[in-house]
């Protein structure tokens, strides 16, 4: 145990590149005790905290034993997530997506990456992507305003798991609309609450008719639904939202198939088959 100790505390010494008159200071004993401990010595237990505190350890990892020893690797990811501050929860999460990217992009040399800068000259060179016949992964890496999107590929395929040709053809012919984008909008730049037909109509400068076959639209779409409410004046049509983030999700893929891309920030394309 002295011999595995004694490297331990000359390795840390070496890598926080301290000497042995400092540890010696710290931990209260003699430069020649410090010099006898990485000669194969052992310091008395009583001094084993205080050696660890110099050197911002545990006590475990004096003698070469992580604390994260046996502990699943899933379960150090949620406990680093879920104790993170709130307010850097959703950036932590981030960094570790970003070690993932870069870790199954099986790109060379890329452990020490960072972001792209965002600076203006690099704005075209800010996406990655990593494609296998086992899926992909695809990543904007402009600092400050990462995402990611990560796709194992279905036992049967990518189509397996695709809506229908007529349904994409339903959406998208009705955000073709102008009118149908604006009330899309709309809905996703207020709060989830009821609405009447006047009020959009008001909002949007649009005609009670036409925004009244849009709702109609997203209600088949599940966007919104309809509920009567009982005034004096009788019976009035609300309309409640039913937002859901993935339209913010496919709003913002939207524009990344709009974005021209000029140069990869980082690629690797192995894949050998269609994607669909």
Not at 44 to 68: H, K, Y
Request: glycine share 8%.
């Amino acid at each position: 145990m002295g011999g595995i100790l004694g490297d331990r505390i000359k390795q840390l010494r070496f890598d926080k590149g301290v000497t042995q008159a400092e540890l010696a200071k710290a931990a209260g004993v003699s430069v020649q005790a410090v010099s006898k401990w990485e000669c194969g010595g052992t310091p008395d237990v009583g001094l084993l905290p205080a050696i660890a505190s110099f050197f911002n350890v545990t006590i475990d990892e004096l003698f070469g034993r992580s604390i994260t020893d046996g502990i699943p690797l899933e379960d150090l990811v949620f406990r680093e997530i879920r104790n993170a501050p709130e307010d850097v929860r959703l950036k932590r999460t981030g960094d570790i997506c970003w070690v993932l990217f870069k870790a199954i992009s099986k790109i060379p040399n890329t452990r020490d990456t960072d972001f792209a800068s965002g600076a203006e000259d690099q704005t075209s060179c800010t996406r990655g992507y990593a494609n296998f016949d086992t899926g992909f992964a695809y990543v904007c890496a402009l600092g400050g305003a990462q995402s990611y999107f990560f796709f194992p590929e279905p036992e049967n395929g990518f189509s397996s798991v695709l809506s229908s040709r007529d349904d994409y053809l339903r959406l998208f012919s009705l955000l073709c609309e102008p009118e149908a984008m604006d009330a899309l909008l709309f809905l996703y730049r207020r709060r989830a609450v009821p609405f009447s037909i006047e009020h959009i109509c008001k909002e949007l400068h649009a005609s009670a008719e036409r925004m009244t076959e849009c709702l109609n639209r997203f209600k088949e779409f599940g966007w919104i639904e309809e509920e009567l409410v009982e005034l004096d004046s009788g019976a009035k049509a609300l309309y409640r939202p039913k937002l859901t983030e993935a339209v913010i999700g496919f709003l913002y893929f939207a524009s990344e198939i709009i974005y021209k891309i000029k140069l990869w920030y980082m690629s690797n394309d192995t894949r050998t088959k269609p994607l669909l």
